[in-house]
């Protein structure tokens, strides 16, 4: 059994037994069918998950992600738990399965599903295992990288998760940020765009990584900055970006002439998504997750043990 669904199976059982929801509760938060729920809690029993106490998962872990989701007012918080002596490629591994896992579960027909793009949700994209959904439309939310940075290029990624929920795709072919603030607006306010523009309006789920703070080297498309945009950045003190838009540690979005050369879904906008699911792990990304938590741009969080303690340490202290 993969231990993603071993974690699922424990988290039912921690909910139903620990917490005292009813099925029918369990099955609403998670998506999920109430006759599941009831066949997870006796498959729970048959694995060893459930005598009188839980195995196999820590009931702490299900308790940081209950804080985590109380302490921000989430619609849900999926944490991977950390191997002290596992390396980052392995914790990004087990993230991106259980992220692949936890997304599967949220996809039903009829959706409009949007895509940012990067390492982490390009890992989860990959890790998710197809299914059969009819009516399913998956649109970018930013535009793409510049040629140098195409390992995640957002229409790569709608293509294949459309492939996998047997959906349909619409991709943009314009990079995420332009030369002026007249050829973005051009493009964004073009008959060309007026479909993905439409679909914006109509989003039912997002998919966005987390782009970590100035220093953070690992950007696939902040090459697209110049150099006046890294000093405004910096003198305005950007503590990280999501949809490709900055903000500081307080989540003030950071307007100006980046931010109109910018072809991507705005925050505000990601806010009004019934569900706005942000996949990002590490102890450097905290100080970037969580003004978005903050402000309500995410209602749904997917990260490592690590870092939710992290975000947590950083939220009390502030």
Not at 286 to 301: D, E, H, V
Request: hydrophobic share 40%; glycine share 6%; with cysteine.
């Amino acid at each position: 059994m993969k231990e993603d669904k071993k974690k699922l199976l424990a988290k039912v059982a921690y909910m139903y037994y620990e917490q005292e929801l009813t099925q029918a509760q369990i099955a609403k938060e998670l998506a999920l069918y109430r006759t599941t729920v009831s066949r997870m809690l006796s498959q729970a029993k048959k694995e060893g998950i459930v005598e009188i106490k839980l195995n196999h998962f820590d009931g702490a872990l299900f308790e940081l992600e209950e804080q985590i989701k109380r302490t921000f007012d989430l619609t849900a918080v999926e944490i991977v738990p950390n191997d002290a002596n596992a390396s980052e490629a392995a914790k990004e591994e087990q993230l991106s399965a259980a992220a692949g896992a936890f997304l599967r579960r949220q996809f039903v027909d009829g959706m409009v599903v949007g895509v940012s793009w990067g390492a982490s949700v390009g890992n989860a994209v990959n890790q998710i295992d197809p299914k059969q959904l009819t009516d399913v439309s998956v649109v970018p939310v930013v535009g793409g990288p510049s040629h140098i940075n195409s390992r995640y290029h957002v229409n790569t990624l709608v293509y294949e998760l459309a492939r996998k929920l047997n959906g349909n795709s619409l991709f943009v072919n314009a990079t995420v940020i332009q030369e002026s603030q007249e050829l973005a607006a051009g493009i964004f306010n073009s008959k060309y765009f007026h479909e993905l523009r439409e679909y914006w309006q109509r989003l039912d789920l997002v998919i966005v990584g987390v782009g970590g703070p100035l220093s953070y080297r690992k950007s696939q498309w902040r090459d697209l900055l110049s150099p006046e945009d890294y000093e405004e950045l910096r003198l305005r003190e950007a503590i990280g970006d999501c949809c490709c838009r900055f903000y500081d540690d307080s989540g003030k979005l950071l307007k100006g002439s980046l931010d109109q050369r910018t072809i991507g879904l705005p925050l505000t906008e990601l806010a009004k998504v019934p569900q706005a699911i942000g996949i990002a792990r590490g102890t450097s990304k905290a100080r970037s997750i969580l003004p978005l938590l903050k402000k309500g741009y995410l209602k749904t969080l997917i990260t490592d043990q690590e870092t939710a303690q992290e975000v947590l340490r950083l939220s009390q202290r502030k």
